[in-house]
Structure formats: C-alpha cells, structure tokens
C-alpha cells in the first residue's frame, strides 16, 4: 500500500443529510483513500459504493456504518428503557432484529451500544445507557453484543457492534454533554472501566473514544486508556474509531495549536479511524516526513481496520441482496416482539388503591396531552430510519383496544399543550375534556389542573430520564413511566393501562426527590457516620436539613398488579472461602391468583478482590430490600475478581 492508500484506509467520511455521498466524495472513494463512510444506507446506494471501491488499484471494500441505537426502521424502546425490562434475553432479541434490518439495506458497523456508566440524570445522552449500576450495564453490554454481532458478525443479519464511549463520559461534571471528568484511577477502574471490559469479553469489534477529557487529558490522546488499558492490558485488537471531529477538537480542548499537531496526537495515542474530520489525510504524510509519527503507528492503524474488515467477510462478499431490504424492514415478526417487548419495560411506580389497571367498560375515558397524540413527536434523537407515519401513538393504542374509531365517543381527547408546553392557551379545553370524563389518562404538564377536576387520573410519563416529580408523587393516585418507548409504544403503553399486560419493569436509575441531591445512587460508599438501614435513622451531621436523603424512588423499583412476596433466604453455606462460589436460595411467592412476572434483585457488596470478613446479602424488589442474610468469607483472595453488585433473578 501507498502511504496515501494507508492514510485513506483511516479516513472515515460522512454522507449527505439526506443519505447520500457527496460528489466531492465520489473520488477518493475509487481512487481507494477512504476506509468507510457513515450516514449512507439502502442496498442501492451502499452497492454503488462497493462498485465504486473496486475502481480503486487495491480494491478495498469501503465499511458502511451508521448510528442504529435502539432499532433501526422498527423502532424498540430507548436503551435505558429496554433496561428497565430486566430482561437480557428481550434485550438481545431488540439488538438482533435492529442488527437484521441494518445490515438488509448495507450497513456493517453501527455506532452501538453505549456502556456508559450514569449518576447524574441531568446528562443528555443518558437514554443511551443502561442507568447506574455496574454490573446490570455490564449484563446489558453483553447482551446487546450477543444481538447486534451474534456469534459471526460477518453473518447476513448481522453488524459489527461499537462500545462508546470510552471512558468516562456519562461522568460529565453537572451533567453537561462534552464536559470533563475527574476521577481517581480507583473510580475509574471499579465504575466506569467494567462495562468496556465486559464489552472486550462478549467479542466486540469496535471500540469509540468520548469527546470528554479524563483527569485533564482529553479521551482522543489519552494514551493510559487507548494503548495500556484497552490494547495492553484487555488485549483488545479490533477497531477504534474517533467521534465525529474530536481530532480537530482537540485545538478547543487547547491540547492543540492546529490540525496538523492535532493529528499527531491522536494518532499517536493509539486510535484508528477518524470520523469526518480530514486531518490524517492532509497532514499524515508530513507528519510522517518529520519523524512526529511513525510509519509502524499508521501500518497498525491500518491493520487494524482491514483485519476487520476480514472478519466481516468483505472481501468476498461486499455487496448487499437488495431484494432483503423490502422482505426485513419493519416485517410483522419485528413490529409484534418490538408491541412485547416494550411492554415489559414500563415502570408502575404508584397505584393507590388499584386504580390501575382501567376497565375497558370504564364509560368516557379522556386522553390529554400532546404527546399522547403527536406521531412524530413520539420518535426521539436516534430514531434509525423509521418512517414516523406508522408509529402507534398513546391515543392509537388506546382507541384500538377499546375499539372505537373517532375521539367523540368513549374516547375524548385535547391536546393541553404541545410537547413543549410552549402554548398553554388551550390548557382550559383540556380542563373541560377531562370534567367531561369518567377516567383521565394524562401525558402533560397541566395535571394539577386536571387534579382540580377530582375525576380519577393516571399520570403517564413519557421520558426519557429520571425526573423529580414529588408533586405526583403525592398527590397523582397512579403513575406510570413508559419512557421514548419506540415504533409500537401506544399499543404498550395499552396494554399495560387496561391489565393484558402486568406491569414488571424496575428502574434501572434512582429518581432524585429534587436536583439537589444529585447524584444520588443505591451504591454510595458509607461514611463515618453512616444511615441506619434497620431503622433509617440519620446522624445529626449526615442529613439534607429540607428533603430526605433517600431518592423519591430508588433503583430497582417497580410495582405490579400482583403482590408478589419475597421470603425465606437461606444461604447454603453460612461460610465460605474466597475462591468457593456463595449459593442462596430465596421464595418468591405470588400472593394472589393471576399470573405475574417480578424481578428479584441480590445486593451484597462489590469488589475488586474478595476480602475475608462479614458480608449483608439483602434480597427484595428493588435496592431497599430488607430481606437479609449474613455470610462469613474466611481468607482474603488477592487476585482480582469481578464480583457483582446487583444481580437480576
């Protein structure tokens, strides 16, 4: 290879807004100088890229990605709620169908799943992630490793998986997207380094730096994660690729004076490919000219991501069938498991004397809020390339199961105000809809005034983060969290409402009772001085002086339609050795006659290496659970070992 051959394989280019390559683009692309492209789909367009590459003296096919996050054109729930779900299996399932229908239109590699680690509910892309706790986002990057690669990701439903973003970046201080990180290298290893490296052991083939700095060195030249922990010590080899322009951002980062010594730095610091910016291509060559790169550091970039492209087969097989496209996309199978699975993701987090779930013969039943009603609005940031028209809206789903057609009947409904809340002018209509009815489902902000009404209501959340919502905590009779909840989101979302589905989703992040107590997490280090778990009592000097210490609700909790008793731990061995396995047993008991689903979480205490000592092991519904058994470990193991803290059953 031409050391511009080699410069080219690095580049990644980026397609038009509307899914197209730019003209500008056409050559480098047959003169072989560019190694992928991202934002370009359709078994059309992506086959006419591999013709295109096979112009080029070396032939090298191009790697097509795009961001397929939660679905691409059938649409799942975001990632935070499919975590929800507690269901890893479901979680897999979502992934592989996303995975099927990319690769049907000629995608290879998507920028997904993110393993970001999360504390603070603030952060913008933290319906990305899996929510707070360790070892759940550890099962849960797997997982989704398992749906998106398979066993073969050079399998005709499959695509090469990206672990983003690496490290640290869901640690943005206040919550800020892009801000930096600080941490003790303690932190780092035992929070946010876990999911990355149960990325690394479920086979994943690509890797994505974070636009943040880590402790003062921006991810894109960090050298301690790149090159000693990601390819010395985890022995990762496959590919890493830069976020979009973070190389030339690192001149904003002032680690840089300009592109040229911004170039050096990154790929120095042990990264492959660099993501639309063009500063390798322009300036590798003097660099390497005046001894500031080596020509062996581009040589294993290159290696690296033609090793890949191996693996994905695409030498021999670089062209997509296109008559898959239209038998894949948004298929009957997908849109039914995308209906089944989404309902398993909604969190009940009150339901005062069982006003959920709503009778089908409740009389006039109204829906208010703009959310409940707006197609579009229902997608979110990363919503593949779903066609908006077919998304079931709240109010579709729930028309359809009670079978009316019009809103002049049974069902009402009234907008209230938009999903921004920016016009509250029509705040009365709604007020006047919801007087009218027998029952109110209410997805706005004007419930107080609905409250007003004293009609009976259930307060649907369409979110997607945690919120401080101690106003409906109190005084709303049932609340439901649904989140940005995909393609078949109304049907769900009525499922669960009228009782065909019983709701068994658990939180996977604490919701704060008010901003200031963020972060607020279940597996904060004691103090001296710390709460008393059997009685909840504080120390004078560790307490909020105005709100409780604890969230408003905590991580892991969910309510159901059932009642579903947790009893009777027994550890089969009260005292064990390091290296010996610790086995429980507990009952779970169904108190009432109806089928149900409960997910039983085990809390004990997590560590790097097991030390000898006395252990809690507390069993229950959510992080609070009461259930104790106490285990003795009787020496200290100092081998490393991965031990978890919260474990779904």
Known sequence: MTLAEKLGQLQQLSGTWYGEVADYDIPPIKQGLAGSILNVHGAARTNQIQRWALESRLKIPVLIAVDVIHGFRTLFPIPLDETASWDLEAVEQAAAIAAAEARSVGIHWTFAPMFDVMRDPRWSRIVEGSGEDVHLGNLMAKARIRGFQGTDYSAPDRVLACAKHFAAYGAAEAGRDYNGADMSERRLREIYLPPFKAAVDAGVGSFMTAFNDLSGVPATDNKFLLTKVLRDEWKFDGLVVYDWDAVYELINHQYATNKSEAAMHAVNAGTDMEMNSRTYVTHGAQLIQSGKVSTGTVNTAVRNIVRIKFRLELFDNSFTDETLESQTLFKEKFVAAARNITARTMVLLKNENNLLPVSTTIGKLAVIGGLAADKYETTDHW?????????????????????????????????????????????DNAVRVARAADFVVVAVELVQRVHKTGKPYAVVLVNGRPMTIEWLAENALAILVTWRSGS???????????????????????????????????????????????SGSLTERYRYLNTPNSPLYPFGFGLSYRTFVVEHLQLYVPTVAADQDVRLAVTVRNAEQRDGQEVVQVHDDWRWKVEAGVFEIYVGGNSDASLKATLTVANTLREPVEHPAASPA
Not at 497 to 507: A, E, H, I, M, R
């Open 383 to 427: 919503p593949g390339d779903v066609h908006w028209q077919n998304f079931v809206t709240m109010l579709d789903g729930i028309m359809t199961k009670l079978g009316v057609t019009s809103t002049n009947g049974q069902v009402t409904y009234a907008e209230g105000c938009d999903a921004y809340c920016s016009n509250t002018l029509t705040f």
């Open 488 to 534: 078949m989101g109304g049907h769900a979302v009525a499922d669960v409402l009228f009782g065909d589905v019983n709701p068994s989703g658990k939180l996977p992040m604490s919701f704060p009772r008010n901003v200031g107590q963020i972060p607020v997490h279940y597996d904060h280090k004691n103090t001296g001085r710390p709460i008393d778990k059997a």
